[in-house]
C-alpha cells in the first residue's frame, strides 16, 4: 500500500543485498501508454524507497510482446 493507503501490485520485486528492483510486464500495444507506465513504475519505486531507504531502487518495464525493456533509475 501506498503513503495514502492504496492498494498496489506490483508484479515483481526483486531484493538483492544492496538494491531493489521492481518489474512491471506490459502485453500488446501497450507501449503507447508509456508515460503512464512511467508514472506507475516512479510510483512503486516511491513505495519501495520507504520500505528500504537503506537500498538503490531500480526499476524495469518489460514489453512482453516486442521483448524490449526500458530501464528506470
Do not use: F, W
Amino acid at each position: 500500500m501506498d503513503s495514502k493507503g492504496c492498494l498496489l501490485r506490483m508484479d515483481r520485486v526483486i531484493i538483492d543485498e544492496g538494491r531493489v528492483t521492481v518489474m512491471d510486464y506490459k502485453t500488446g500495444s501497450e507501449r503507447k501508454a508509456e508515460a503512464g507506465h512511467l508514472s506507475q513504475l516512479r510510483n512503486y519505486m516511491n513505495v519501495l524507497k520507504g520500505v528500504y531507504p537503506e537500498k538503490e531502487i531500480h526499476g524495469v518495464i518489460a514489453y512482453v510482446d516486442s521483448k524490449e525493456t526500458r530501464k528506470v533509475d
